[in-house]
């Protein structure tokens, strides 16, 4: 893997690649939907072999997740999670979610323009491009006030506010 144009200063947190932020780079190849030689051409001082660099050193940061990165908290690791518990976590639609150890993804209500149904969506580790929406499972909730079937088809009978219960506490950032 060529990450090693990554590097990170002595005191600071963010990824550079020949002097260039990282995430700038990033971003531009993915969410600005740049080709590579407008990248190249905006970041004059990279190479072809940069790119590639940019992308496996990405990869790298989702495989190696140890923490969610607005709570901070430890992610569990997928050898922990128990088929048909249910998981306090963040995703970007959810904070509560089913386990299905068999199809190795979550389950989890989701409301979007005034309708509630099934979604799923994978472990923190098991996408390649960062950061699309994965659930970060920080801890087993042991009482839900609402089944999470694995049906996609399903109607939600529960309370709608208990949907967001634990909003709260897991889009808290770090302090």
Not at 72 to 85: D, F, N, S
Not at 107 to 128: L, Q, S, V
Request: hydrophobic share 35%; net charge negative.
């Amino acid at each position: 893997m060529p990450i090693e144009q990554i590097t990170i200063a002595p005191g600071k947190a963010e990824p550079y690649i020949r002097g260039v932020r990282f995430w700038n780079v990033y971003r531009d190849l993915v969410f600005h939907g740049m080709t590579e030689d407008q990248v190249l051409q905006k970041y004059s001082q990279l190479a072809p072999d940069d790119l590639v660099a940019v992308r496996d050193y990405a990869v790298h940061l989702i495989k190696t997740r140890t923490h969610d990165e607005i709570t901070g908290r430890r992610i569990l690791a997928k050898v922990q999670l128990r088929h048909g518990e249910i998981y306090k976590g963040r995703c970007r639609n959810a904070t509560i979610a089913r386990w299905n150890g068999e199809e190795q993804c979550f389950y989890h209500w989701r409301e979007k323009f005034g309708r509630i149904y099934i979604e799923t969506i994978r472990y923190p580790t098991d996408e390649k491009e960062p950061w699309w929406d994965v659930f970060d499972v920080v801890e087993l909730l042991p009482v839900c006030r609402f089944e999470i079937p694995f049906d996609q088809e399903a109607v939600f009978a529960g309370n709608q506010d208990d949907l967001y219960e634990h909003n709260p506490e897991m889009w808290r950032r770090l302090e």
